[in-house]
């Protein structure tokens, strides 16, 4: 479903990412681990469109998308959470779900002023999905509140309610249990597992090994922008150069 063939980012002279290759299969959720600053967040960047690779080649589904723009991937279904949580806080909860689905509403503004009676019943339909999201990531009770005075816990549980509204084939998630106790980060294991179960692809970047065994069925391990290893969690943990890589960062 994703592959990433030679893929390089340079920022001035640092290799952010050198020459990296990465398959994901579709149905598959493949972990992405490595140590601060090992380039996973870059790497995420090049696919969602945010960056772009100086070289190599970034396949979704058979398209090239490494010199597409950010809305064009997320319309080939592909969608993301961040690192640094990017919510619109002055918004409620439910209306940021809202603008996430919006690239899957029919109606236009043509249709909207023409066709009213249509409109208003996309938008009610609208409502409901958003609503039904956010039941599902056990925010609906905080549907009407402003997302900015949310819990840090519920900010990531509305980011991936948000990545899902636009019906993606792919998930790409950035640490997303960062700030969350182990129970809780249990608890987002099985909503991955979830999207796992209806058919979504998942590449999760997440430092907490035990999530990382719960959900991965193949991790890639990055460190200073090179993919040193590959393969199914129990297996990478033992490598010797991933306990090498981990240890030289012990921070
Ligand atoms: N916009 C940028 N300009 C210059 N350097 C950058 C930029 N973005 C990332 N880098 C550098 O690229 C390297 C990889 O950063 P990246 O954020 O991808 O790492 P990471 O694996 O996500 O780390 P962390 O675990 O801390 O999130 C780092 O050395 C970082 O300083
Ligand atoms: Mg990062």
């Given at each position: 479903?994703?592959?990433?063939?030679h893929v390089s980012r340079e920022?001035?002279?640092?290799?952010?990412?050198?020459q990296?290759?990465?398959?994901?299969?579709?149905?598959?959720?493949?972990?992405?681990?490595?140590?601060?600053?090992?380039?996973?967040?870059?790497?995420?960047?090049?696919?969602?469109?945010?960056?772009?690779p100086t070289s190599g080649e970034?396949?979704?589904?058979?398209?090239?998308?490494h010199?597409?723009?950010?809305?064009?991937?997320?319309?080939?279904?592909?969608?993301?959470?961040?690192?640094?949580?990017?919510?619109?806080?002055?918004?409620?909860?439910?209306?940021?779900?809202?603008?996430?689905?919006?690239?899957?509403?029919?109606?236009?503004?043509?249709?909207?002023?023409?066709?009213?009676?249509?409109?208003?019943?996309?938008?009610?339909?609208?409502?409901?999905?958003?609503?039904?999201?956010?039941?599902?990531?056990?925010?609906?009770?905080?549907?009407?509140?402003?997302?900015?005075?949310?819990?840090?816990?519920?900010?990531?549980?509305?980011?991936?309610?948000?990545?899902?509204?636009?019906?993606?084939?792919?998930?790409?998630?950035?640490?997303?249990?960062?700030?969350?106790?182990?129970?809780?980060?249990?608890?987002?294991?099985?909503?991955?597992?979830?999207?796992?179960?209806?058919?979504?692809?998942?590449?999760?970047?997440?430092?907490?090994?035990?999530?990382?065994?719960?959900?991965?069925?193949?991790?890639?391990?990055?460190?200073?922008?090179?993919?040193?290893?590959?393969?199914?969690?129990?297996?990478?943990?033992?490598?010797?150069?991933?306990?090498?890589?981990?240890?030289?960062?012990?921070?």
């Amino acid at each position: 479903m994703l592959e990433l063939h030679h893929v390089s980012r340079e920022f001035g002279g640092l290799a952010a990412l050198c020459q990296v290759k990465m398959v994901v299969p579709q149905g598959k959720v493949v972990g992405l681990i490595g140590p601060n600053g090992a380039g996973k967040t870059t790497l995420l960047n090049c696919i969602s469109g945010l960056d772009s690779p100086t070289s190599g080649e970034i396949i979704f589904d058979g398209t090239p998308i490494h010199s597409r723009s950010p809305h064009r991937i997320t319309a080939l279904g592909v969608s993301r959470t961040y690192q640094n949580i990017r919510l619109f806080k002055e918004m409620t909860t439910l209306e940021n779900v809202i603008v996430g689905q919006h690239i899957h509403g029919r109606s236009t503004l043509l249709h909207s002023m023409f066709v009213w009676p249509y409109h208003w019943r996309e938008e009610s339909r609208l409502k409901k999905d958003a609503l039904a999201l956010l039941e599902r990531f056990n925010i609906g009770s905080v549907a009407h509140v402003h997302a900015g005075t949310l819990s840090y816990g519920d900010q990531r549980r509305l980011e991936m309610a948000r990545a899902l509204a636009t019906r993606p084939r792919l998930v790409l998630l950035d640490e997303p249990t960062a700030g969350m106790n182990a129970v809780e980060t249990h608890q987002l294991g099985e909503q991955i597992l979830r999207m796992h179960a209806d058919g979504i692809t998942v590449v999760v970047v997440e430092h907490d090994m035990a999530l990382i065994g719960q959900v991965c069925d193949e991790v890639y391990v990055l460190n200073f922008g090179e993919m040193i290893a590959n393969g199914a969690p129990q297996a990478v943990k033992q490598d010797p150069k991933v306990i090498e890589a981990y240890l030289g960062h012990e921070d």
